[in-house]
Protein backbone atom coordinates (compact mmCIF):
# COMPACT_ATOMS: atom_id res chain seq x y z
CA UNK A 1 0.00 0.00 0.00
CA UNK A 2 0.97 3.55 -0.83
CA UNK A 3 -0.85 7.01 1.11
CA UNK A 4 -0.62 9.95 -0.23
CA UNK A 5 -1.30 13.04 1.69
CA UNK A 6 -1.91 16.34 0.11
CA UNK A 7 -0.92 19.75 1.15
CA UNK A 8 -0.88 23.55 0.40
CA UNK A 9 -4.52 24.74 -0.57
CA UNK A 10 -6.42 27.31 0.17
CA UNK A 11 -7.84 30.51 -0.37
CA UNK A 12 -6.31 32.74 -2.97
CA UNK A 13 -7.44 35.87 -4.87
CA UNK A 14 -7.62 35.86 -9.02
CA UNK A 15 -3.92 35.88 -10.67
CA UNK A 16 -2.27 34.71 -7.10
CA UNK A 17 -0.19 31.40 -6.53
CA UNK A 18 -0.04 28.31 -4.43
CA UNK A 19 2.33 25.79 -3.98
CA UNK A 20 0.54 21.78 -3.36
CA UNK A 21 2.86 19.06 -1.81
CA UNK A 22 1.78 15.31 -2.09
CA UNK A 23 3.83 13.77 0.15
CA UNK A 24 3.94 9.09 -0.75
CA UNK A 25 4.58 6.68 2.34
CA UNK A 26 4.76 2.87 2.76
CA UNK A 27 5.32 1.01 -0.31
CA UNK A 28 6.51 3.64 -1.96
CA UNK A 29 8.82 3.29 -5.13
CA UNK A 30 10.66 5.93 -6.64
CA UNK A 31 10.07 4.23 -10.41
CA UNK A 32 6.30 5.04 -10.03
CA UNK A 33 5.38 8.01 -12.39
CA UNK A 34 3.15 10.70 -9.92
CA UNK A 35 0.12 12.84 -11.23
CA UNK A 36 -2.55 15.50 -10.35
CA UNK A 37 -6.07 16.18 -10.67
CA UNK A 38 -9.16 18.00 -9.98
CA UNK A 39 -12.62 17.97 -9.47
CA UNK A 40 -14.86 21.01 -9.02
CA UNK A 41 -18.62 20.23 -8.24
CA UNK A 42 -20.56 18.74 -10.45
CA UNK A 43 -17.68 18.25 -12.98
CA UNK A 44 -15.73 14.85 -13.58
CA UNK A 45 -12.16 14.16 -12.30
CA UNK A 46 -9.85 15.75 -14.86
CA UNK A 47 -6.29 15.40 -15.65
CA UNK A 48 -3.84 18.52 -14.70
CA UNK A 49 -0.38 17.32 -14.99
CA UNK A 50 1.86 14.21 -14.41
CA UNK A 51 5.91 13.84 -14.34
CA UNK A 52 7.78 10.54 -14.92
CA UNK A 53 9.34 8.39 -12.19
CA UNK A 54 12.78 10.26 -12.71
CA UNK A 55 11.53 13.57 -12.89
CA UNK A 56 13.05 13.76 -16.49
CA UNK A 57 9.42 14.01 -18.87
CA UNK A 58 6.59 16.45 -17.73
CA UNK A 59 2.91 16.61 -19.27
CA UNK A 60 0.56 19.27 -18.68
CA UNK A 61 -3.38 19.57 -19.73
CA UNK A 62 -3.84 22.66 -21.75
CA UNK A 63 -5.65 24.56 -19.54
CA UNK A 64 -2.65 25.10 -17.42
CA UNK A 65 0.32 24.75 -19.29
CA UNK A 66 2.44 27.72 -18.82
CA UNK A 67 1.01 28.28 -15.43
CA UNK A 68 1.99 25.48 -13.55
CA UNK A 69 4.54 23.61 -13.17
CA UNK A 70 4.50 19.79 -11.74
CA UNK A 71 7.96 18.83 -10.39
CA UNK A 72 8.98 16.12 -7.53
CA UNK A 73 11.69 14.85 -5.48
CA UNK A 74 12.63 11.58 -4.83
CA UNK A 75 14.59 11.62 -1.42
CA UNK A 76 11.88 13.12 0.01
CA UNK A 77 8.88 11.08 -1.58
CA UNK A 78 7.28 13.91 -2.19
CA UNK A 79 5.42 15.73 -5.95
CA UNK A 80 4.59 19.11 -5.94
CA UNK A 81 2.09 21.56 -8.04
CA UNK A 82 3.49 25.17 -8.51
CA UNK A 83 -0.02 27.30 -9.78
CA UNK A 84 0.74 30.41 -10.79
CA UNK A 85 -1.67 33.09 -12.47
CA UNK A 86 -4.51 31.20 -10.72
CA UNK A 87 -8.37 31.63 -12.18
CA UNK A 88 -11.72 31.35 -10.49
CA UNK A 89 -11.59 28.13 -12.58
CA UNK A 90 -8.49 26.71 -11.29
CA UNK A 91 -11.44 26.26 -8.02
CA UNK A 92 -11.29 22.07 -7.19
CA UNK A 93 -10.50 19.71 -4.88
CA UNK A 94 -6.89 18.73 -6.22
CA UNK A 95 -5.98 15.32 -5.72
CA UNK A 96 -2.42 13.16 -6.40
CA UNK A 97 -2.37 10.11 -7.52
CA UNK A 98 0.57 6.92 -8.49
CA UNK A 99 0.49 5.27 -12.10
CA UNK A 100 2.86 2.43 -12.58
CA UNK A 101 2.57 3.14 -16.20
CA UNK A 102 4.80 5.55 -17.65
CA UNK A 103 2.82 8.05 -17.67
CA UNK A 104 -1.25 8.74 -17.80
CA UNK A 105 -3.85 11.30 -17.88
CA UNK A 106 -6.86 8.81 -17.43
CA UNK A 107 -7.30 8.16 -14.05
CA UNK A 108 -8.28 4.80 -13.03
CA UNK A 109 -4.74 3.92 -14.44
CA UNK A 110 -3.70 5.26 -11.32
CA UNK A 111 -3.85 2.72 -8.10
CA UNK A 112 -3.34 4.64 -5.53
CA UNK A 113 -4.43 8.46 -4.19
CA UNK A 114 -4.96 10.70 -1.81
CA UNK A 115 -7.18 12.45 -0.07
CA UNK A 116 -7.50 15.51 -1.97
CA UNK A 117 -6.74 19.34 -0.93
CA UNK A 118 -9.20 22.35 -1.51
CA UNK A 119 -7.96 25.09 -3.45
CA UNK A 120 -10.75 27.77 -4.10
CA UNK A 121 -9.56 30.80 -6.36
CA UNK A 122 -11.85 34.39 -5.85
CA UNK A 123 -12.32 36.66 -8.80
Known amino acids: QVQLVESGGGLVQAGGSLRLSCAAS????????MGWFRQAPGKEREFVAA????????YYANSVKGRFTISRDNAKNTVYLQMKSLKPEDTAVYYC????????????????WGQGTQVTVSS
Open 26 to 33: GRTRSNYA
Open 51 to 58: ISWNGGST
Open 97 to 112: AVTAVPWSQTPHEYQY
